[in-house]
């Protein structure tokens, strides 16, 4: 049975460009580094790039990056003030910042939790959704 995440792999054009992204402009903590591929943690989970192209583009693909409300200004801030595109304005509860990495890998830095998107889901999606909590 699956207990959970063990880790999140994406592929990136070129491995010192993500990895100083990364590391300088998002804050995770460097793991290793190779001419391949590198790791990352986020908290306490497991983020791994690998050298390759760009994903085709998969719509509204991303990961979510959870921070608090002092955090998630100040590097939406920083992400702003290094030019770093955003693909997506934020439309759902809680406040979300969407934007792209070096390589065209979708992210959200998100500022809630799963308890607030259902209750906002609850109270505002109407009722043709069938919740299981």
């Known amino acids: ?19 100083d992204f990364y590391v300088n402009i998002l804050g995770l903590k460097p793991i290793m580094k190779s001419n ?11 983020l791994a ?6 994903c085709l583009d ?6 979510a990056f959870d921070l608090d409300k002092n955090n998630f200004d100040s590097l939406v801030e920083k992400l702003k003030q290094n030019n770093i595109p955003e693909w997506k304005e934020n439309n759902s ?3 979300s910042f969407y ?15 799963l308890e607030s998107r259902i209750k906002y889901g609850k109270e505002n999606w109407g009722n043709d959704i069938e919740w299981y909590v």
């Open 49 to 54: 790039v690998t050298k390759g192209e760009k």
């Open 1 to 19: 049975m699956i207990t959970g995440i063990n880790h999140l792999t994406w592929n990136v054009k070129n491995i010192d460009v993500a990895f």
């Open 99 to 113: 934007f792209l990495d070096p390589s065209g890998n979708k992210f959200e830095l998100h500022y809630s939790n």
């Open 93 to 95: 509860e809680g406040e």
């Open 58 to 63: 998969r719509g509204y693909d991303h990961i």
């Open 36 to 46: 391949k591929s590198a790791y990352f943690l986020a908290g306490n989970v497991w």
